[in-house]
């Protein structure tokens, strides 16, 4: 059963970890990839990535990528949303606060940012969701 708008986008505001699909190509399925996201119901999505990533390079070119999210209990539910990049920025240090404390316990958020220092420059890559599916599928007991 299809969720409500207020529902897909209450789920999708939750912290899940997302695949992040884009177009690789002719002739070549979608870069998929996990990724960490950051969104408020009515607000645009948000992403952190190197700028010279792989992923950053397809989303360059096409102008365009979705984001899938998922969980299995206490029902299987999904949302995807597809739309346009609005705006590429340079992360700042608030940023990735803010990333890492929706991710990681508040006792972790200190240590994984400086350990990811060591991952060089990233940019915050911003999506207008477009396109949106989702549904429920229902309880797995129910199977």
């Known amino acids: 059963m299809p969720l409500t ?4 986008q209450r789920f999708f505001a939750q912290p ?6 884009v177009s690789a ?3 070549r399925g979608p870069l998929t990839v996990p990724i960490w996201y950051q969104y408020g119901p009515g607000a645009e999505v948000w992403v952190l990535t190197g700028p010279e990533s792989q992923k950053m390079r397809y989303i360059r070119e096409t102008g365009r990528f979705t984001l899938m999210v998922q969980q299995l209990q206490p029902t299987i539910r999904y949302v995807s949303v597809e739309g346009p990049v609005t705006r590429i920025t340079p992360m700042t240090d608030e940023m990735h606060r803010e990333m890492a404390s929706r991710y990681l316990a508040a ?9 990811a220092e060591s991952y060089g420059e990233q ?6 969701p477009e396109h949106w599916l989702s549904a429920d599928l ?3 007991s129910e199977f």
């Open 107 to 115: 006792e972790s958020v200190d240590g994984y940012l400086k350990a």
């Open 16 to 21: 899940h970890i997302a695949a992040l699909s």
């Open 138 to 140: 229902g309880n797995l």
């Open 25 to 27: 190509g002719p002739g």
């Open 123 to 128: 940019v915050a890559v911003y999506l207008r």
């Open 5 to 8: 708008s207020d529902e897909r």
